[in-house]
């Protein structure tokens, strides 16, 4: 169960409209900007599990899949690995996700615009996440 709501929900575009109107109000406040958002209202919200940045909520996702993909990739603790295959039918989502940290990283080492971040790399490290995908095979 989780509260990562699309903006554009089909089976409810009034409740995708409301969760993107949430999300606003909340960053402006972080911004300390004009905003209809209470602390009441965050603390309401939190405590049903609502995300407040679909994008992190979504990368966090992955990686919760990608943990999962690493215990089952060998009944051996010592040969789990995070090499999910570029083509992986069984979550295309997942070997997508994983090219792009890869690509992410890539470009955060040559000091371009990246979506990587320090506290991203040190999760991904974490569970062994190999950074280079030829070194990964």
Known sequence: RHCNVPQKYPPN?????????????YRLLQEAKKSRMTN?????????GFEWSATEAIWNERLAEL???QKQSSK????????????Y?????????????RTQYRLLQEEKKSQMT????????AIGFVWSATEAI
């Open 118 to 125: 320090n506290e991203r790399i040190r999760r991904l490290e």
């Open 89 to 101: 039918p069984p979550n295309k989502p997942l070997s997508n996700w994983v090219t792009n940290q």
């Open 13 to 25: 575009e009034p409740l995708g409209n409301w969760v993107s109107k949430q999300r606003t109000e």
């Open 67 to 69: 943990t999962a993909f």
């Open 40 to 48: 009441e209202r965050i603390r309401r919200l939190e405590a049903i």
């Open 76 to 87: 051996d603790p010592d040969q789990r690995h995070c090499n999910v295959p570029q083509n």
